[in-house]
């Protein structure tokens, strides 16, 4: 059974950093693709950045430069290194899990953890 279980969330203030964590369970990190989605009240969920088998990443427009996704892979695990945040980051983060080096979105999703950044 595949398990993903993001923490890290929480209130920053503009300009501030977090890293949000998805520690997986069921599923080696290091052979398929794991991503970062959000969510924002109102809005459709959007990718923000995804880690393939190949190491191969990619990242929304709105992430390039300021975030960065990696993984440890003795830990099962995977970061959101999130920097300079914005208001418009506010949002519930995901991780997603897909089997393979597939760059679309896998079937399995965490619980999600809430960023709040205050202006």
């Known amino acids: 059974q595949v398990q993903l279980v993001e923490s890290g969330g929480g209130l920053v203030q503009a300009g501030g950093s977090l890293r949000l964590s998805c520690a997986a369970s069921g599923i080696i990190i290091s052979v398929n693709t794991i991503a970062w989605y959000r969510q924002a009240p109102g809005n459709q969920r959007e990718l923000v950045a995804r880690v393939t088998s190949s190491t191969t990443t990619n990242y929304a427009a709105s992430a390039k430069g300021r975030f960065t996704i990696s993984r440890d892979n003795a830990k099962n695990t995977v970061y959101l290194q999130m920097n300079n945040l914005k208001p418009e980051d506010t949002a519930v983060y995901y991780c997603?899990?897909?089997?393979?080096?597939?760059?679309?979105?896998?079937?399995?999703w965490g619980q999600g953890t809430q960023v709040t950044v205050s202006s």
């Open positions: 997603n899990a897909a089997y393979g080096g597939t760059w679309s979105t896998g079937p399995y």
